[in-house]
């Protein structure tokens, strides 16, 4: 719940959604991924929930690291959209590069389109999606500011075609600019280099 309403991002206009609460993929079909981080941001996840159930909820910062958000997506705790390989986050004062394989023949389902502004998204392709992201007063602010695919800027208008499509129908409040309320009482979430401070009130 925590990663798909705040880290979740979009690769591609299509939403990285990574949560705790997910059901998780077998250890055989997850990707390598370092255990002592996943286990350290799957203890702080925890603490979060716990916190959240308290009357008055500690408001001190929990703060993943890189590193340990990284792990987790890449662990059998979380289960990736269909057509999603191979994620990564990089964070630096309020900007996330989010890096993917993205397989958009899986994310469309087998849909087709005779939009040319579509023909993009199709095939097997390396996907970079820089984004500002920041949550206050328990919602998070997520604006992408470009996509490349397989190196190349994705123009908007294509992007907007395609989130309207392919995207919305399944998660009507993401776009390229979004607001999403937080769960868990997190009051706010702060990008810094290379770690995600998160507090709750």
Known sequence: MILRAFVCL?????????????????????????????????????????NAQKSA????????????????????????????????????????TTDA?????????????????????????QVQVVSHASASGGQAQIQIDKVLINGVQVPRMALEFFINKYIKPKYPELGLDSRINLPERIDTATVGNHVLAVTQK
């Open 101 to 125: 394989t993205v397989n958009f023949d899986q994310v469309t389902e087998g849909a087709r389109s005779n939009n040319p502004l579509l023909a993009l998204f199709s095939g097997t392709h």
């Open 57 to 96: 909820p500690d408001q001190r910062p929990t703060t993943f690291t890189e590193r340990e958000i990284n792990a987790y997506i890449a662990s059998p705790h979380v289960r990736l959209p269909r057509g999603v390989q191979r994620v990564r986050f990089t964070g630096n004062s309020g900007v996330i």
């Open 10 to 50: 979009i690769a591609a206009g299509m939403t990285i959604t990574a949560s705790p609460a997910a059901a998780p993929q077998s250890t055989s079909s997850a990707q390598a991924f370092d255990r002592a981080a996943a286990d350290s941001a799957h203890r702080k996840f925890q603490k979060i929930q716990a």
